[in-house]
């Protein structure tokens, strides 16, 4: 089908120019951009055309050329108890929240077929990300640091590639299991800013926790959508495509509270208590790089592992 162009008579194509949002390689604008969009869909400037079919790009996402993408066993720790430390610490937090932007979006543009709610709730979630990013950003400016200066991992992205033929995979695995890992990870990360008098920081995660619990809850909802217009089982449904698509094994503690608020069944928070409960394996020693600034407080966590 064809869209109108973006007119001051006729209103734009949302998904259109989700996709040129995505594209974009400059996180500022980007951000900028998924926010203007979802106002624009809120007063009607924009619409989503369900029917609409897109031809993917090359080169998607558009990111900067910096941070240096390496693996995550690559990234040193994350002391919190110097300035540098906390800055490597935001700095991975607005990359999280940078990916965040483009998996709303890359929802958005890529599944056509689905119902308008699906891509008004997506256009919601990169708003927001796009909010938490800025407000990561201008902390990180705070601290004399700009988004690109330390290396970051690409874990996110991966799995967004992963799952890019599969709506229900992508519902299942990205913000189920992904961003649901950001619920559990977010108030441990908080209370130790706090404990490095970083209230300012902790703010900031105050904010993002209470977002992504409607991000995950967003993701449960159109999950259970999908799942009960195919006839499909969701937890069986889940283990599956968890095993298919070689999603992170869930591991504790976990946040039960944001996750019950966030949509998950009791029979699913049984099943992490469950998990919670049996001894973790203790992570084989990795080499570590020679740190650059202060050396890292000895009793402080390893917090190499992606909060989502």
């Given amino acids: 089908m064809s869209c109108a162009s973006d007119s ?13 949002a995505l594209r974009d390689s400059d996180p500022a604008i980007k951000a900028d951009a998924a926010r203007a969009l979802y106002a624009a869909v809120l007063d009607g400037r924009a619409v989503c055309h369900a029917d609409l079919e897109l031809a993917e790009p090359a080169g998607l996402p558009g990111r900067p050329v ?23 610490l935001l700095h991975a937090l607005a990359h999280i929240e940078f990916n965040a932007i483009n998996l709303a979006l890359d929802a958005v543009w890529r599944f056509s077929g689905m119902p308008v709610g699906f891509y008004a709730d997506w256009l919601k979630v990169a708003a927001e990300e796009a909010y ?21 991992h690409g874990g996110l992205w991966d799995m967004c590639e992963r799952t890019r033929g ?15 890992r950001g619920l559990d990870a977010s108030p441990p990360i908080r209370a130790r800013l706090q404990q490095a008098g970083d209230q300012a920081s902790a703010a900031i995660l105050d904010v ?22 195919h006839g499909l089982d969701p937890h069986e ?49 990795q080499p570590q790089p020679q740190p650059q600034g202060p050396t890292p407080d000895p009793t402080d966590a390893d917090d190499r592992t992606p909060l989502r």
């Fill in 132 to 152: 938490h990013y800025s407000l990561l950003a201008a902390r990180l400016a705070e601290y004399g640091h700009a988004y690109g200066d330390f290396p970051a």
């Fill in 208 to 229: 993002i926790l209470r977002d992504e619990i409607g991000h995950v809850l967003i993701g449960n909802r159109w999950f259970r959508h999908l799942c009960g217009a």
């Fill in 8 to 20: 001051r008579d006729e209103p734009s194509c949302a998904r259109r120019v989700a996709l040129a």
């Fill in 66 to 88: 910096r941070p240096e993408l390496v693996e995550p066993r690559q990234l040193g720790r994350r002391s919190m108890q110097s300035p540098q430390g906390r800055a490597v």
């Fill in 237 to 285: 449904t889940y283990q599956r495509l968890a095993d298919q698509y070689h999603a992170p094994k869930l591991r504790g503690p976990f946040n039960f509270e944001a996750r019950r608020d966030a949509g998950f069944d009791e029979a699913e928070l049984a099943a992490l208590a469950g998990l919670d409960a049996q001894p973790q394996p203790q992570p084989q020693p």
């Fill in 166 to 180: 599969d709506v229900l995979a992508r519902m299942a695995l990205v913000p189920r299991t992904l961003e649901a």
